[in-house]
């Protein structure tokens, strides 16, 4: 039996029917040399005692009478893999489109919580002969970064499968029984000392404000707040239904870096720049680019170095995307000095960010205030504190097998809510940067538009050269053409050949 932590348990009391709160990956696999035509049959065989033998996929919710705080985590037992897993074959020609519409499907509907809060579909029908693995989970249990742990529980790090134990059912066990009084007592005892936890940060919590607030007349404080504000409306920002949309996407990783190197920047400046150059050429078709830049909520991961806890420990910043400057050198520029401010401020608040708080009461407050703003629909009316979300996740740079196949792509799929109708998650893997394009229907009816634009986006910033240096008064770079940015691809600088990785400390929630 295990407690649930006060922000995990907001994601499941935002849930309604409309904005279900998992999250997913669709993995591809190549079939190993040799294999016979059932290699679902063989992924699926040696799926099965992974997701037993591992206590997450075992948790099962156990709430509390009433509902009057979090419910707690109980082992399951062996799961009941019927209401779980699916077999999906594609139609023909069992292309990427048909796939990501598999996903998209899937993606729309929320997991039941009477059984442990994970779905996966083994998709087969794929005309190269690769397998897909859809793995969902709700994101009360996991964030971007133990996300990959879980990975680990499930995949190989190399084609030779790792051993299973042929009694492995045996080893799991009962499924756990607690009582009535037990989940009582186990909450209180909780609830006390997340109580005093917060009480002990207070003052502390307390002087960190006092000092920010002290040193707000100083440049690098003030830059902090730029982000700060209110994003325009857009056709993004509506209210939805849960029909899902879905596009993959998948970048060079040594391409990014190099762009990044060549001006200067962390790996996720880039990624949001993109971001930003796709939004703009999908606005320029659907109503038109507001004249105040888009707002980008983007979670920033609280772990510790090596922490892959299956608990949610992040927040979430805000990053004006530069959306309304039509340069992409100086957008990249502006990108670059918002993204630096989220984190600055971040870094400065780190401490008295909490993760987990006393639930008592939280799920008929929070669950109520959910369901009232979807019926009401507010997110019509109400100027959008956010335009969409980007989160960025970094990956293993080893490949990762199952059943002996390789898993040559993981697309993340995510969370979009009322008034917020598109999610790009990146996660990188191997040698790529592999883009999940999340969106509401009802807000994004064409999503591939979006991923040929991000696509273009890359294009267009691997052909650029290098940018005007950050001393250039900001007046001289204004006047300069457009046109002498550019330069062909045989002129781009050595440096994108080189392999060092820079990452920023984003990571997914």
Same mark, same amino acid.
């Given at each position: 039996?295990?407690?649930?932590?006060?922000?995990?348990?907001?994601?499941?009391?935002?849930?309604?029917?409309?904005?279900?709160?998992?999250?997913?990956?669709?993995?591809?696999?190549?079939?190993?040399?040799?294999?016979?035509? &059932?290699?679902?049959?063989?992924?699926?065989?040696?799926?099965?005692?992974?997701?037993?033998?591992?206590?997450?996929?075992?948790?099962?919710?156990?709430?509390?009478?009433?509902?009057?705080?979090?419910?707690?985590?109980? &082992?399951?037992?062996?799961?009941?893999?019927?209401?779980?897993?699916?077999?999906?074959?594609?139609?023909?020609?069992?292309?990427?489109?048909?796939?990501?519409?598999?996903?998209?499907?899937?993606?729309?509907?929320?997991?039941?919580?009477?059984?442990?809060?994970?779905?996966?579909?083994?998709?087969?029908?794929?005309?190269?002969?690769?397998?897909?693995?859809?793995?969902?989970?709700?994101?009360?249990?996991?964030?971007?970064?133990?996300?990959?742990?879980?990975?680990?529980?499930?995949?190989?790090?190399?084609?030779?499968?790792?051993?299973?134990?042929?009694?492995?059912?045996?080893?799991?066990?009962?499924?756990?029984?607690?009582?009535?009084?037990?989940?009582?007592?186990?909450?209180? $005892?909780?609830?006390?000392?997340?109580?005093?936890?917060?009480?002990?940060?207070?003052?502390?919590?307390?002087?960190?404000?006092?000092?920010?607030?002290?040193?707000?007349?100083?440049?690098?404080?003030?830059?902090?707040?730029?982000?700060?504000?209110?994003?325009?409306?857009?056709?993004?920002?509506?209210?939805?239904?849960?029909?899902?949309?879905?596009?993959?996407?998948?970048?060079?990783?040594?391409?990014?870096?190099?762009?990044?190197? $060549?001006?200067?920047?962390?790996?996720? &400046?880039?990624?949001?720049?993109?971001?930003? =150059?796709?939004?703009?050429?999908?606005?320029?078709?659907?109503?038109?680019?507001?004249?105040?830049?888009?707002?980008?909520?983007?979670?920033?991961?609280?772990? &510790?170095?090596?922490?892959?806890?299956?608990?949610?420990? =992040?927040?979430?910043?805000?990053?004006?995307?530069?959306?309304?400057?039509?340069?992409?050198? $100086?957008?990249?520029?502006?990108?670059?000095?918002?993204?630096?401010?989220?984190?600055?401020?971040?870094?400065?608040?780190?401490?008295?960010?909490?993760?987990?708080?006393?639930?008592?009461?939280?799920?008929?407050?929070?669950?109520?205030?959910?369901?009232?703003?979807?019926?009401?629909?507010?997110?019509?009316?109400?100027?959008?504190?956010?335009?969409?979300?980007?989160?960025?996740?970094?990956?293993?740079?080893?490949?990762?097998?199952?059943?002996?196949?390789?898993?040559?792509?993981?697309?993340?799929?995510?969370?979009?809510?009322?008034?917020?109708?598109?999610?790009?998650?990146?996660?990188?893997?191997?040698?790529?940067?592999?883009?999940?394009?999340?969106?509401?229907?009802?807000?994004?009816?064409?999503?591939?538009?979006?991923?040929?634009?991000?696509?273009?986006?890359?294009?267009?910033?691997?052909?650029?050269?290098?940018?005007?240096?950050?001393?250039?008064?900001?007046?001289?770079?204004?006047?300069?053409?457009?046109?002498?940015?550019?330069?062909?691809?045989?002129?781009?600088?050595?440096?994108?050949?080189?392999?060092?990785?820079?990452?920023?400390?984003?990571?997914?929630?």
């Amino acid at each position: 039996m295990k407690s649930m932590s006060g922000l995990d348990g907001l994601f499941l009391h935002l849930e309604t029917p409309a904005t279900p709160m998992h999250v997913a990956a669709l993995y591809v696999l190549e079939p190993p040399p040799g294999k016979g035509a &059932d290699f679902a049959g063989e992924v699926e065989r040696q799926l099965l005692p992974r997701l037993a033998l591992s206590p997450f996929f075992r948790a099962r919710l156990a709430p509390l009478p009433l509902h009057f705080a979090n419910p707690l985590w109980v &082992d399951d037992g062996v799961p009941d893999f019927a209401q779980h897993l699916q077999r999906i074959v594609l139609p023909p020609p069992g292309g990427l489109a048909e796939l990501q519409a598999c996903a998209a499907a899937l993606h729309s509907t929320a997991l039941d919580r009477r059984r442990p809060l994970w779905e996966v579909a083994i998709i087969d029908g794929l005309a190269d002969g690769a397998v897909a693995i859809y793995l969902k989970v709700h994101h009360a249990a996991v964030d971007g970064i133990s996300g990959l742990g879980l990975a680990a529980s499930i995949f190989d790090d190399s084609p030779e499968p790792s051993p299973v134990p042929a009694d492995w059912r045996a080893l799991v066990g009962q499924a756990e029984r607690a009582g009535i009084g037990e989940r009582l007592a186990s909450t209180l $005892r909780h609830t006390a000392a997340q109580s005093l936890r917060l009480l002990h940060h207070l003052p502390s919590g307390l002087r960190l404000l006092a000092g920010l607030a002290r040193r707000g007349g100083t440049r690098p404080a003030a830059g902090m707040g730029q982000n700060l504000g209110f994003g325009p409306r857009t056709p993004l920002n509506v209210p939805i239904t849960a029909e899902r949309g879905f596009a993959a996407v998948s970048l060079p990783l040594a391409g990014v870096r190099a762009i990044a190197e $060549r001006h200067a920047a962390t790996l996720n &400046d880039v990624v949001l720049a993109l971001c930003s =150059a796709a939004l703009r050429d999908y606005l320029v078709a659907h109503g038109g680019v507001p004249r105040k830049s888009l707002l980008a909520t983007m979670p920033v991961s609280l772990r &510790d170095a090596g922490n892959t806890e299956m608990t949610i420990q =992040a927040t979430l910043t805000l990053v004006r995307l530069a959306t309304h400057v039509a340069d992409p050198l $100086r957008r990249l520029q502006a990108v670059r000095a918002a993204a630096g401010a989220a984190k600055a401020l971040t870094r400065h608040a780190r401490s008295i960010i909490p993760t987990d708080f006393p639930s008592l009461g939280v799920p008929w407050v929070v669950g109520g205030l959910a369901s009232l703003y979807g019926r009401s629909r507010l997110a019509a009316h109400l100027t959008p504190l956010a335009n969409l979300a980007i989160s960025n996740v970094p990956g293993p740079r080893q490949p990762l097998y199952l059943a002996g196949g390789r898993i040559r792509a993981c697309w993340p799929l995510s969370i979009v809510t009322h008034g917020l109708g598109l999610n790009i998650t990146v996660f990188s893997y191997c040698d790529t940067l592999d883009f999940g394009l999340t969106v509401a229907r009802a807000a994004v009816p064409e999503v591939q538009s979006l991923a040929t634009a991000l696509q273009a986006a890359y294009d267009e910033l691997a052909q650029l050269s290098v940018a005007p240096p950050a001393a250039e008064p900001p007046q001289r770079r204004a006047r300069r053409p457009a046109a002498a940015t550019r330069s062909s691809p045989a002129e781009m600088p050595a440096a994108a050949g080189r392999t060092t990785r820079r990452r920023s400390s984003t990571g997914g929630a």
